[in-house]
């Protein structure tokens, strides 16, 4: 149990990162305010997202908030049981899945206190626009990332 730790305060401080982010964020700008970071790159935009990624369900009447609610509290659920299950030797599989676990619940918590979640990074070029995100998703996108990795290149030594 004991070896499981770090892992949990690595998704704690993605929480606590994400929501501090997100806090600051919405006390010093305006909904749709925009401050550019590196010209025709990225900006600080902030948004109120009621959809899934990248917008999805967006404006669909309130109640996707209670399904990706629901969703993120069952992959939650799913994720840390696989945390506590998984062997204490393997590293890149439980770090992936913290970070994961983290970003679910960082965005799940916005869905719950304020039926929306604050995006704010914006990456663009010229015409081109990444739909804004914020640091749960990152975390998540990153967790991902390390998940087909592991997956694809390491579940040899998770074998051995």
């Not at 997100?22 to 900006?43: A, E, Y």
């Not at 990152?138 to 040899?156: K, N, P, Q, R």
């Amino acid at each position: 149990m004991r070896d499981r730790l770090p892992w949990v305060i690595l998704s704690l401080l993605v929480i606590g990162l994400d929501q501090w982010s997100k806090t600051l964020i919405s006390q010093h700008m305006v909904l749709f305010q925009s401050i550019v970071l590196v010209p025709g790159w990225l900006n600080l935009t902030l948004l109120h997202n009621t959809g899934a990624a990248f917008s999805f369900l967006y404006g669909a009447g309130g109640w996707q908030r209670w399904l990706f609610s629901a969703i993120a509290v069952v992959v939650s659920l799913g994720l840390l049981i696989w945390l506590f299950r998984m062997p204490a030797r393997l590293r890149v599989l439980p770090l992936a899945v913290s970070l994961v676990l983290g970003g679910a619940l960082g965005n799940l918590l916005d869905r719950v206190r304020l039926s929306y979640v604050v995006d704010f990074i914006h990456v663009y070029h010229d015409a081109w626009h990444f739909p804004a995100f914020n640091l749960a998703d990152s975390a998540i996108t990153v967790g991902t990332i390390l998940l087909l990795i592991d997956m694809f290149f390491l579940e040899e030594q998770r074998r051995a």
